[in-house]
């Protein structure tokens, strides 16, 4: 009789066991490899903003283009979405200039789909959506 019972006791702790894979573990396995994609461009998830960050600034008037690095590193590029709107304090300042930036920055679309094929990408890519831009007045 004894035999039985921890034989009874063994099969009911085991079924347990699977219960509690099949519901709890499982699920929670499943659910951790599925994570959103943030969405890119200028309309899509707000990654971070900047406040007052220095920046080195590039554009072309002709074309309507505007980028900028932080100084000292050419890996990490933010173009801007608004290039219109702030060409008119861009040309304020000479190409490569240093300046304070100031607004909501994404992902940029080709950047996040070719890092996701190539891990080893070394460039940063993002696009700015620029509320301000002023100038370096540190030491001036």
């Keep these: 009789m004894i035999i039985n019972v921890q034989m009874l006791m063994k099969s009911k702790k085991l079924l347990l066991n699977i219960i509690f894979v099949i519901f709890v573990i499982v699920p929670l396995a499943i659910a951790a490899g599925c994570k959103k994609q943030p969405k890119c461009g200028c309309e899509g998830d707000v990654l971070d903003s900047m406040n007052k960050v220095y920046v080195t ?69 993002y696009q700015i959506d620029v509320t301000a831009l002023e100038p370096d007045l540190y030491g001036k």
């Design 57 to 125: 600034v590039f554009y072309d008037a002709g074309n309507n283009t505007a980028q900028c690095t932080y100084p000292g590193d050419m890996y990490t590029i933010f173009y801007f979405c608004n290039p219109t709107d702030m060409m008119g304090e861009l040309t304020k300042y000479e190409q490569g200039e240093i300046a304070l930036i100031s607004g909501n920055y994404f992902y940029e679309c080709s950047y996040l789909i070719n890092s996701s094929n190539n891990p080893y990408n070394v460039y940063r890519i």
